[in-house]
């Protein structure tokens, strides 16, 4: 790889735990590993500093009932980019994978080429997921300033949908030459072995797996709707597991089975997890805001087919008839409940569903493919 073997892996949070951003920067890093000669990670230390960040965020949000966070002010991105510019030059990188934007916006490291990673850009993110909405106006100007230094910096982009590619073309001006689309893999250790069919066909049971952490942004609501209306429209008794958050209080049902948050630093719990993953039989997600969705990868590793929205960066990794369905955004739980009836209800649907599901993840989500992929793009950069 003409020489370039040597990657500083440029990171705002510790991407050397799995608990960081769902284990993506752990897995991706691993991924990168695989294929050149030392892979090691660089991040700002700046306990103290943070801390006062976050204070004066809380201090604007009080008197202002505006946002402002600290990590997308040029100041803070001026800090982060002297920290890891330090750690850089010592260790003799030949090139650097960054995953976070507001760390290279300032960065001053020569030749040396910039590769940056992200499932979004600040623009596309800014008023769609909550929390990233009513920035006061300095901050919100700075932020975007940020993110156009940082693809400006970078030498080569990759995102893992065409979505978040076309909101840096569009609004930053970025070339399409030094994008890339590839899409993430899932955060899983391994996956297993599958006999298919998955299920019996003509079986009655059926369990839908709602795996998020947002009950609202997830679309909790329409997930429990489609339930009741799969029964009384329909006839089927499904079962709908709720994992990594609880719907709110009040809100039930005799056939949602309430798992909630599962750690999967902790075996028995990380146990658990995968034993959801092979028991059901549709991720079923109507989410009302994406990025991308890992767990929809971990769907596919496990042969089961997503059902869910066609918004954001979700068609980078569910494709229609191949791992899942995708819904337009206003579709209601009736929408929802028919695409299952209408699987369910086909001869063979549902198997080859099911199959196609795990090839495409083989093919084209999980983080060795990813790496291969990367690691041939990066080599066209490095032979320049």
Same mark, same amino acid.
């Given at each position: 790889?003409?020489?370039? %073997?040597?990657?500083? /892996? #440029? *990171?705002?949070? !510790? ?8 284990? $993506? +920067? ?91 990673? %992200?499932?979004?850009? /600040? #623009? *596309?993110?800014? !008023? ?8 006061? $106006? +300095? ?246």
């Amino acid at each position: 790889m003409s020489g370039k %073997s040597r990657i500083a /892996f #440029a *990171s705002l949070p !510790d991407a050397t735990s799995k608990s960081t951003w769902s284990g $993506t +920067p752990y897995f991706m890093a691993h991924a990168l590993a695989e294929h050149f000669e030392q892979v090691f990670h660089v991040s700002p230390m700046l306990k103290r500093l943070e801390m006062m960040g976050g204070v004066a965020d809380k201090a604007i949000l009080k008197l202002t009932r505006k946002r402002c966070v600290h990590k997308r002010t040029h100041f803070f991105s001026k800090k982060y980019a002297e920290s890891v510019t330090k750690q850089i030059k010592h260790s003799g990188a030949e090139m650097v994978f960054a995953i976070s934007s507001t760390v290279i916006a300032h960065m001053n490291i020569g030749k040396i080429p910039i590769i940056y990673s %992200s499932d979004t850009t /600040f #623009a *596309s993110i800014y !008023d769609y997921y909550p929390g990233f909405e009513n920035y006061a $106006t +300095p901050c919100l100007k700075q932020a975007h300033q940020v993110e156009k230094m940082a693809l400006e910096r970078a030498n080569l982009i990759i995102y893992p949908s065409q979505w978040a590619a076309d909101s840096a073309i569009r609004d930053y001006g970025v070339s399409e030459e030094k994008i890339c689309v590839v899409p993430y893999g899932a955060n899983i250790d391994s996956w297993p072995e599958i006999e298919f069919p998955k299920r019996n066909p003509g079986s009655k049971e059926c369990n839908l797996l709602f795996l998020g952490v947002d009950w609202n942004r997830k679309g909790g609501e329409i997930a429990l709707q489609a339930l009741v209306e799969l029964e009384e429209r329909y006839g089927l008794l499904a079962t709908l597991y709720v994992v990594g958050c609880r719907p709110p209080v009040g809100v039930n049902h005799e056939r949602m089975k309430v798992i909630g948050f599962l750690d999967k630093r902790d075996k028995q719990q990380y146990g658990r997890f995968l034993e959801l993953l092979m028991k059901s039989h549709y991720l079923f997600l109507p989410t009302r805001a994406e990025c991308y969705g890992l767990v929809f990868c971990e769907a596919s590793a496990y042969g089961m087919p997503s059902i869910s929205t066609d918004t954001g960066g979700v068609g980078g990794v569910v494709r229609n008839g191949e791992n899942g369905y995708l819904l337009p955004i206003d579709a209601g739980p009736e929408a929802y409940a028919k695409r299952i009836h209408d699987i369910e209800t086909k001869p063979g649907s549902y198997e080859k569903l099911s199959e196609s599901s795990r090839q495409y993840f083989e093919e084209n989500l999980n983080w060795h493919v990813w790496g291969e992929r990367v690691s041939r793009i990066i080599s066209r950069l490095a032979d320049g």
